[in-house]
């Protein structure tokens, strides 16, 4: 496979994601899976009704964030290429917020990287979201589930990650 | 020594600051220190930047932690948990 590529956008506007996706994988033939993730503005959070979701972030600390969130993966995993976009500003119910996209030969490093790309971002990259409901706005607090998901990475090395075998797919 | 710490999200409104210029005692070495420095000023700092509670800090953009060293003209922050995606 030719020069790895590692994509990062922090926007507001929405993204297409076959067009992102097309344009992630062109050319690259060495590609053989894509794995996707796409999170979306859900309408009820913690037992209250959402009709607006506000996400706050700290304009060039975010993208340094995602690269090296990124740079991390790709130090993981066989890659050819990751794309993080990332949303911000009022959304609404349904809405798109969140793009990772992982391209790579084979099914499992796409799927592993994927997942990690998303537990570390929810844990390290500086976005705040603000729920408004019918009682009023609130900050959402931040989940231990989500510390958990992100911890579980730590207990294999990256060198052993590196050498495990992935199935063809 | 001389630095700009910005806030962020729910610790910005708590306090009514999104960002400040601060001149910091040479005493102040490290980030733990410059939290407990600024919750010196009492009402809304002492309460949010209280011992325990969960306060993520940066500096010049890196995640930091409390033993994180200051450096002039650095920009750090501070923000609660993260919680995008």
């Known amino acids: ?169 | 020594m001389k630095i700009t710490i910005l806030y962020f999200a729910s610790l910005r409104e708590t306090l009514g600051l999104e960002r400040e210029s601060v001149e910091v005692p040479a005493e102040i070495a490290t980030m733990g220190a410059l939290r407990n420095w600024l919750r010196l000023r009492g009402g809304a700092w002492a309460e949010s930047l209280v011992e325990g509670r969960a306060v993520r800090m940066a500096v010049n953009r890196q995640l930091a932690g409390p033993e994180s060293l200051l450096v002039d003209d650095a920009e750090v922050a501070f923000f609660p948990p993260v919680t995008g995606g």
């Open chain 1, 1 to 169: 496979m030719g020069q790895a590529t590692s994509l990062v956008r922090v926007q507001h506007e929405d993204f297409d994601l076959t067009r992102e996706v097309q344009a992630l994988r062109q050319g690259d033939a060495g590609v053989g899976a894509v794995a996707v993730f796409v999170g979306t503005v859900r309408d009820v959070n913690e037992g209250s009704g959402v009709s607006t979701l506000t996400l706050e972030h700290y304009p060039g600390m975010t993208e340094s964030a995602l690269e090296d969130i990124a740079a991390q993966a790709h130090q993981r995993w066989r890659l050819n290429g990751t794309l993080i976009i990332h949303r911000y500003g009022e959304l609404q119910p349904c809405d798109q917020i969140v793009l990772v996209a992982v391209t790579s030969a084979h099914r499992g490093d796409a799927f592993e990287a994927c997942e990690f790309i998303m537990d570390f971002l929810k844990t390290r990259a500086p976005f705040w979201k603000k729920e408004q409901t019918p009682a009023g706005t609130r900050w959402v607090d931040a989940r231990r589930a989500d510390d958990e998901a992100a911890a579980r990475w730590d207990e294999s090395s990256p060198n052993t990650d590196r050498v495990r075998s992935s199935p063809a797919g």
